[in-house]
């Protein structure tokens, strides 16, 4: 009895071991993009990468190095262990109204929900800048600046009350049937519309305007009547305001943003020096609302100024001090992407050629920030080079100086086969080749090939090559 008594206690105590390390939480840590393979080894193909704070919503461990996960995003893969941190779960509550829920962890990722002020929510995993929280609008990642793990009460925005449409760039404001973008329009609301707040939710609220009832996003209402109603007679000021200008330490432009914190989307960027008119509405001690020209939207007040800034030869010199000339490369010749930030998970502002001159404004990390005429941005160490490139490779060289076995393409169904960038399916594809085709394989890596087709350089699968 004592024997099975024991048994039956370890198999408790097993299976409580087991629930925790399965509720257990993880994150991203120690590195600003983690690779994902395809199998546990680094020499196996990258479906993709994830940045710091990114959550890792289920675990397996492969072995004390590697291990099996998934993603909130959903993606799954193979990754070093060593670059993640394990978390746990807490209560918060959120500091603001209109903050925004994203769905990765930067300011660049899309909106999940408008949360309001006092929203309690679940901290699945509390990263270095971002948390990975669930609300009852969703899940996603939050500021850990803009949560408190003490309890906040709720704005004392009572339904009804007065408001008016705002819109960045004086467009009018779509009034819709329902709470969602999928349902129809009752009408269009021009910038500066009064309307009566019959209920708030975390995203959308239900309107009176004009007799009509209707839902608008959180993120058009203002409790301050704006500063100008663009109108079928034109523009109307209502609001006091007064003349600033822009600054900035470091010479650079400014973001204007749609609402007041660094989570809204940027209207756009001003220069130092730009004349701007405030408007006095903003309601925030540490933001104001301004316009200039067609730019419209909230600054840092730390960026503003009343008194015009001298020019500055100094700040000039020191500023060109401080760049440097330098040359794109790539080891095929290829067009190489600017990307928008230090990463390659963002968008890309545009391609430069192979030995095109750049300047050099700064280094982030394996990132150069450079500009190139009007094209600015930042491009990979990798692809920037000190030396001017005497001349653009070619398939002739490549394949004079590397030697390869020659292989026929081949595939089960007589299908052609992707010819990959990386030796992954997550790579880009270079080419697709007819059954038949001569490759030269000119390496290895796991269960790809690396192959010369044409002057191009890629991957195929070992398993297509006879």
């Given amino acids: 009895m004592k ?12 299976m409580v071991v087991a629930v925790s390390a399965a509720s257990a939480a993880y994150y991203v840590s120690g590195t600003s993009w983690l690779k994902v393979h395809t199998e546990p080894r680094d020499s196996a193909g990258v479906t993709g990468s994830f940045r710091t704070d990114y959550a890792v919503t289920s675990l397996k461990k492969y072995d004390s190095n590697w291990a099996y996960v998934t993603f909130s995003s959903g993606d799954k893969g193979y990754v070093r262990t060593k670059y993640l941190k394990t978390s746990s779960k807490s209560t918060a509550y959120v500091k603001a109204d209109d903050t925004v829920l994203r769905k990765g962890p930067a300011a660049t990722f899309g909106s ?116 100008t109603a663009t109108t079928a007679t034109g523009a109307v000021t209502t609001a006091k305001t007064h003349t600033a200008y822009i600054v900035s330490d470091n010479g650079k432009k400014v ?13 756009g960027q001003l220069e130092p020096g730009t004349k701007v008119t405030v408007i006095e509405d903003s309601g925030s001690p540490n933001w104001s ?21 001298a020019a500055s030869s100094t700040t000039t010199t020191t500023a060109k001090a401080k760049t440097y000339t330098a040359y794109i490369t790539s080891q095929n010749g290829k067009k190489v992407n600017v990307r928008r930030a230090a990463g390659k998970g963002y968008a890309s502002n545009g391609l430069l050629e192979y030995g095109t001159k750049v300047t050099v404004l700064g280094k982030e990390g394996k990132w150069y920030h450079i500009q190139a005429g009007s094209l600015k941005g930042y491009v990979q160490a990798d692809y920037i080079s000190l030396k001017k490139p005497k001349s653009i490779p070619t398939a002739s060289s490549s394949t004079t100086t590397v030697k390869g076995k020659t292989k026929t393409v081949k595939s089960p169904n007589n299908e052609a086969v992707n010819m ?30 690396r192959v010369l087709y044409n002057g191009l350089t890629g991957y195929i699968k070992t398993e297509y090559l006879k």
Avoid: C
């Fill in 3 to 14: 024997k099975r008594l024991s048994v039956f206690i370890l198999l408790v105590v097993l």
């Fill in 255 to 267: 973001n204007v943003r749609r609402r007041a914190g660094t989570g809204y989307a940027v209207n």
């Fill in 112 to 227: 999940v929900a408008t949360l309001s002020k006092g929203t309690k929510v679940t901290v699945v995993t509390k990263g270095s800048n971002w948390s990975y929280v669930t609300t009852s609008s969703g899940n996603g990642y939050l500021r850990r600046s803009g949560l408190s793990s003490k309890y906040v009460a709720p704005s004392k925005k009572k339904a009804p009350y007065t408001a008016y449409i705002v819109s960045p760039n004086s467009k009018k404001v779509n009034v819709r049937r329902g709470a969602g973008n999928g349902y129809s329009l009752v009408k269009q609301a021009e910038p500066g519309a009064k309307v009566t707040v019959i209920s708030r939710g975390t995203k959308w609220s239900k309107i009176t305007i004009d007799g009509i009832n209707g839902y608008v996003l959180n993120t058009y209402l203002s409790k301050t009547k704006p500063a």
């Fill in 289 to 309: 609302h301004i316009s200039s020209g067609s730019v419209y939207g909230y600054v840092q007040n730390k960026y503003l100024s009343k008194k015009a800034p």
């Fill in 420 to 449: 990959r960038r990386g030796p992954g399916t997550g790579y880009a594809r270079v080419a697709q080749l007819k059954v038949g085709t001569k490759v030269s394989v000119i390496g290895t890596e796991g269960k790809w090939s």
